[in-house]
Structures are given as structure tokens and as C-alpha cells.
């Protein structure tokens, strides 16, 4: 399918194609996991690489790892970094979450994963290259599951460093326990609601390896005020 390049702002551009693109939710979570200038960051699940890119346009860290299952996706996102001019700032790895022997273990200051959400066996079936691609990064598979990927976060961080991910409201006890399975424990929580009056759609969470119990949950993140989007969300999209 043909790329389609997709400005960000701050002089960075994104490529994506009809199987692999990004939503809001993977601009909600670079902001929330925004990573400091000397952090060394690892992506899993990066996609077109779409959160590497986004916290490129300024502040950027020192370096991101960024590790994509699917051949495709990993190539579209290498490609944006050719295009970016950003080879020193970040390097795509085509790998399995579950097998990253050529990352460094305690390495990282930050993991980050925008994972697939639902469990396995919800998906309908897939009708074309695209929706497969797209059942991929929404379904969980043999593949990727959630535990897999907080296992990866866990032998990865540094003591001290942080997975952040977003996922569904719904799936956040079944989450919390598989984190705290592999040491890593729930510090900071958003979750985000469409309206103020509105059910919470989305969670946004940091977890702390080796950290101690205390969970601070924030202000919940309001997508629409009225007609329009609130002031938070046009925050966070402006560069």
C-alpha cells in the first residue's frame, strides 16, 4: 500500500499506510511517558514508530530503541527515521518482545508499549492484508500479550526505571497484577473520559521497577469541552 507522510510538527514527519497508522491513543501516551533528554528509551511495539517520532520534535531523549514484530511496520518506521535524518537518535529493531537478545538487560530508563488491547479469540475475521495488520496491533496473539510485554519492560529498566503503556479501563485488575508479577508497581494513573460526564475509554499508567506501593491517580484527561476539544487535549497535539 502506498505511504502517506504525515507532518507532526516541529520538522518531523511521520509515514503511515492503510495497515499501519496510529490513533489518538498513542498521542496521549508519548505525552504522558515523555521521556527526559538523558533517558535512554526503549519503544515496544512501535509500529510506524509514531511515539519515537513524536518525542523527536523537541527535548528528545538520548537514544530510542524502537522494536516492532511486524516486517512491514518496522521498515515503514525505519524509513521515517532515514527521512528525519534521525539514525543517531533512533534505531528500529524488526524483533520478537519475547527475544531481545540485542538489547542491553537494565539498560533503560523507560520502556514504553501501546499494546494490543483486547484478548485473543475477540477478533472477527480478517477480511484483507490491512484489517489483519490492523487485528494484530488491537488483539492480543500468540505472539503479544500483555504479560509479554511487562516481562520485556521488566528485564530491560534499569532499577528505578519506568514502563508506561496505555490499555483499556476495563482490563486494569488483570494489568496490575501481571505487573507487579514481574516487579514492576503502579505509580501514576490517568485515566481519559471523552466527556466530564462520560465513562473513562482510556488508562494511561507509569509503573516503577522496584518501586514501593503508592499509586497516584491524576485528574482525568477530558477529550471534548462542548463542540470542541478542550484546552488540555489542544495542549497536548501543539508542538
Known sequence: MPETPLPLGGGITALVTAEH????????????????????????????????????????????????????????????????????????HCADLRRLDGLTAGR????????????????RPCVSM??????????????????????????????????????????LADRFAELRACGLEPKRLRFVQQRADSAPWLLLCE??????PGLSVLPALVRMDGQQESAAMQAIYDV
Not at 530510542?64 to 532515514?82: F, S, T, Y
Not at 533503560?108 to 477478533?123: E, K, W
Not at 487485528?135 to 509479554?148: G, I, N
Not at 509503573?207 to 514501593?212: P, S, T, V
Request: with cysteine; charged share 25%.
Open 207 to 212: 509503573a516503577r521497577k522496584g518501586g514501593h
Open 130 to 171: 490491512a484489517e489483519d495488520a490492523r487485528t494484530l496491533a488491537r488483539h492480543e496473539s500468540a505472539s503479544f500479550v500483555f504479560a509479554d510485554a511487562a516481562a520485556a519492560a521488566a528485564r530491560l529498566l534499569k532499577n528505578g526505571g519506568v514502563f508506561v503503556f496505555c490499555h483499556r479501563p476495563e482490563y
Open 21 to 92: 497508522r496510529f490513533g489518538s491513543d498513542a498521542v496521549l501516551l508519548a505525552d504522558f511517558a515523555r521521556p527526559k533528554r538523558r533517558d535512554i528509551v526503549c519503544d515496544l511495539g512501535t509500529g510506524c514508530g509514531i511515539l519515537p517520532l513524536l518525542w523527536c520534535r523537541r527535548d528528545p531523549p538520548a537514544h530510542i530503541d524502537a522494536v516492532e514484530l511486524q516486517p512491514e511496520a518496522a521498515a515503514l518506521a525505519a524509513e521515517a527515521v532515514c527521512l528525519n535524518h534521525l539514525e543517531e537518535r533512533i534505531t528500529v
Open 108 to 123: 533503560y530508563d523507560r520502556v514504553t508499549c501501546n499494546p494490543p488491547y483486547f484478548r485473543r479469540g475477540s477478533a
